[in-house]
């Protein structure tokens, strides 16, 4: 048998109510999410659909791009999944969220050519907890019958529809790329993560037995380093350093500072082993 020809389709009808805005138009690089999962999708499968709430059909973000409208509302992700196999029955449909900025074409590759079209669905395992992961999955056309006999059960969650169904389970091929974004916090941490490394001039302190291991008591480098930990990690693989870093303090232009605060052009960074002695 076959396979089933397969669409894509990004999920963009949700109420993004823990961001406080529409996540479809958070913008990385430029890009928003909802033109980002659009692109990963187009070079992969014949056609791409935005899965949007009857209210959303006008809006212009999503108004110039093909539209599949929940058949029942109030119901989350798996509405639209509903209608999207509703909409083309004799397709399968590789849906994504939209919040997915860490996303790639490799791990969308990778479940494509792993996909088992005899079964009702192909997913991901999570790499936090192992079940599976809904908003990047690939659903095959038979799964209509049974997602429609689960939502007339009065059953709403797609992660526990595949958890209960035939469906492949995949272990995860990079372990951040299915991690989503709801607040405000976790977009300013992804945005932190994606945007281009930035290199700075620091003056980097070494003190007591890390003076030892580096052989040098100071030092002036370029570093793509957003914190001080992650330049001390940097400095342990170039200087062999062996203290891991919560056996140390760190300073900041002579300042105890905290590991992950933002560092600047020019900072002094200092690396302080506790003090011997009793």
């Known amino acids: 048998m076959s396979a089933a020809p397969l669409y894509g389709l990004v999920l963009a009808g949700g109420h993004s109510r823990r961001m406080q805005r529409d ?8 890009r928003t999410q909802l033109q980002r999962a659009l692109e990963l999708l187009g070079a992969r499968v014949q056609a791409t659909f935005v899965s949007v709430r009857a209210d959303q059909r006008a809006e212009p973000a999503r108004a110039g791009h093909a539209l599949i409208v929940d058949l029942q509302p109030g119901l989350g992700p798996i509405a639209g999944i509903q209608a999207a196999l509703h909409a083309h ?5 590789l849906v994504l969220a939209c919040d997915l900025p860490f996303l790639t ?3 969308l590759d990778h479940l494509i050519a792993r996909r088992d079209a005899r079964r009702l669905a192909s997913a991901y395992r999570s790499s936090h907890d192992g079940l599976p992961e809904p908003l990047c999955a690939i659903f095959e056309p038979p799964a209509r019958e049974s997602v429609d006999g689960w939502i007339a059960a009065g059953k709403r969650c797609p992660r526990e529809w595949l958890s209960g169904s035939d469906a492949l389970l995949l272990e995860p091929l990079e372990s951040q790329a299915l991690e989503n974004i709801n607040t405000p916090e976790q977009y300013a941490s992804a945005l932190g993560q994606l945007q281009p490394a930035t290199t700075r001039r620091l003056h980097v302190r070494y003190f007591a037995l890390l003076r030892e291991q580096a052989g040098r008591a100071d030092e002036e480098l370029a570093s793509a380093a957003r914190t001080p930990l992650e330049l001390y990690e940097e400095l342990r693989a170039r200087r062999g350093l062996a203290l891991a870093p919560e056996f140390l303090r760190v300073a900041i232009n002579d300042e105890f500072g905290d590991w992950r605060a933002r560092l600047s052009e020019g900072d002094t960074v200092a690396f302080l082993p506790p003090v011997a002695g009793g």
């Not at 996540?23 to 430029?30: S, V």
């Not at 029955?89 to 449909?93: C, G, L, V």
């Open 105 to 107: 074409g490799a791990t």
């Open 23 to 30: 996540k479809a138009l958070l913008e990385y690089a430029g």
């Open 89 to 93: 029955p004799h397709h399968a449909w």
